[in-house]
T-cell receptor
């Protein structure tokens, strides 16, 4: 099974709201990722967690706050977002982020469609 | 740095036509190559992959061969169906890059008409 689940599927929030996106995988993967995807564009990497530790932050504004409570869960906390943050947020996971010599396969969830009013 | 270039769409085909979506790459290391598909309103699904030169990835009638000499990974299908209508992303993962990051092409939208 290569399933990554994400909740909620859709989210509408105001600029003063605080909300969280959730991602879960039960494949024993040790790397988890957050991506942002705007319409008609490829996904853009936001954060990478490796063995539950934040390893990459692609200069993402602090209004996005990731959290990895355990090896199966990844959250993205949202606060004071702007309308331009409206996008599809994708979570992915991969088995072994440091697999020597071979690019590791990332498996994506269905995404959360976020609208900021 | 690494980059992936794929043909711009949309590509419009009739059902049962032959499909080719071109993908070329540049990489500093020896990358793994992937095709992902995104159906309307959904996330990305791994379609196929290849990890070394001359490997052929295949799935659901789609094929792509890792050509190191031409730095290409073109996607082909012999007979497309309406249900293949989606956006296709070519991507690479370079083990020389920290964090196993994926580098994506711009995506190619495929529209198949009955």
């Amino acid at each position: 099974d290569t399933e990554v689940t994400q909740t909620p599927k859709h989210l509408v929030m105001g600029m003063t709201n605080k909300k969280s996106l959730k991602c879960e995988q039960h494949m024993g993967h040790r790397a988890m990722y957050w991506y942002k995807q705007k319409a008609k564009k490829p996904p853009e990497l936001m954060f990478v967690y490796s063995y539950e530790k934040l390893s990459i932050n692609e200069s993402v504004p602090s209004r996005f706050s990731p959290e990895c409570p355990n090896s199966s869960l990844l959250n993205l906390h949202l606060h004071a977002l702007q309308p331009e943050d409206s996008a599809l947020y994708l979570c992915a996971s991969s088995q072994e982020p440091r697999l020597a010599g071979v690019g590791d396969t990332q498996y994506f969830g269905p995404g959360t469609r976020l609208t900021v009013l | 740095g690494d980059s992936v270039t794929q043909m711009e769409g949309p590509v419009t085909l009739s059902e049962e036509a032959f499909l080719t979506i071109n993908c070329t790459y540049t990489a500093t290391g020896y990358p793994s190559l992937f095709w992902y598909v995104q159906y309307p309103g959904e996330g990305l699904q791994l379609l196929l992959k290849a990890t070394k030169a001359d490997d052929k990835g295949s799935n659901k009638g789609f094929e792509a061969t890792y050509r190191k000499e031409t730095t290409s990974f073109h996607l082909e299908k012999g007979s497309v169906q309406v249900s293949d209508s989606a956006v296709y992303f070519c991507a690479l993962s370079d083990p020389g890059n920290a964090g196993n990051m994926l580098t994506f092409g711009g995506g190619t939208r495929l529209m198949v008409k009955p």
